[in-house]
Nanobody
Framework: QVQLAESGGGSVQSGGSLRLSCVGSGFTFSHAVMSWYRQGSGWERELVAGNIGVTTTYADSVKGRSTYSRDDAKNTMYLQMDNLKPEDTGVYFC?????????WGQGTQVTVSS
């Protein structure tokens, strides 16, 4: 079955950096559309970054501060986040679109203090 495992979250001060990872299994990773979402307390889940083919999309709130990448040989997707702000606090989820079906990971908590 499809499994997604996020890691790399933590608590940092404003201006700090984190690198999130998502390892996928149970599907052909290279064929999947992979994205990062986040959900802050009291907020709906929102797209942070994702790619389709060679096009990568970022939320306006993270543009210039975050870098999406993936290593299909390692079945892993990454999100490098720099110059973190308190408003980046939330649970970050890995999302995979596999054959028109969507799957979510359990999420990893990111907390940014001012």
């Amino acid at each position: 079955q499809v499994q997604l495992a996020e890691s790399g979250g933590g608590s940092v001060q404003s201006g700090g950096s984190l690198r999130l990872s998502c390892v996928g299994s149970g599907f052909t990773f290279s064929h999947a559309v992979m994205s990062w979402y986040r959900q802050g307390s009291g907020w709906e889940r929102e797209l942070v970054a994702g790619n389709i083919g060679v096009t990568t999309t970022y939320a306006d709130s993270v543009k210039g501060r975050s870098t999406y990448s993936r290593d299909d040989a390692k079945n892993t997707m990454y999100l490098q986040m720099d110059n973190l702000k308190p408003e980046d606090t939330g649970v970050y989820f890995c999302y995979a679109n596999v054959g028109a079906k969507g799957y979510w990971g359990q999420g990893t908590q990111v907390t940014v203090s001012s």
